[in-house]
């Protein structure tokens, strides 16, 4: 059976390097058997992948993408805790903020971006609880912003 990290480059992807804070805050927190990270929001390389409401200048389907790109900087902060992303238990929760329209009620398929991605990469491990809130905006006037809540074995 293959790491979550091997599982992760078998999707085509890479866990990036933790984004820097943008504020006076840690990407994650241990407390026991828990990691709770920070809100992430899709940086890629250093800067946003993209900026706007979804809605209105994101669509919905560019901000599901958006949401995974989330999961995997929320993934990279849990890691540089915890060492190994295979000391991950299972993922407890997910809470996904997406600046929306004030038309937009499609939150919960664009939190569905970060959910499937967890699924992928941890199988029944990465089934979690959700929230799913639609907010008037996020820092660095980003579309999307991702936390977690996981489970790792006992340090």
């Keep these: 059976m293959s790491t979550p990290e091997e599982r992760i480059v078998e999707l085509g992807l890479e866990l990036p390097p933790v984004a820097a ?32 409401k979804v809605g209105a200048e994101v669509a919905a389907d560019r901000a599901k993408e958006l949401a995974a790109i989330c999961a995997l900087n929320a993934l990279a902060a849990v890691k540089a805790e915890i060492g190994e992303l295979s000391a991950v238990r299972r993922v407890v929760k997910v809470v996904g903020f997406v600046a929306s329209s004030p038309d937009f009620t499609g939150q919960p398929g664009v939190v569905n971006g970060a959910s499937e991605l967890l699924g992928q990469i941890f199988g029944d491990a990465g089934v979690h609880a959700r929230s799913a809130v639609g907010v008037a905006a996020l820092p660095l006037d980003a579309p999307v912003e991702v936390e977690l809540i996981v489970e790792v074995v006992p340090a």
Excluded at 24 to 49: D, E, I, K
């Design 21 to 52: 804070p943008v504020a006076a805050y840690v990407p994650a927190v241990r407390s026991g058997n828990w990691v709770f990270t920070s809100g992430q929001v899709p940086m890629v390389a250093g800067s946003l992948a993209a900026t706007g």
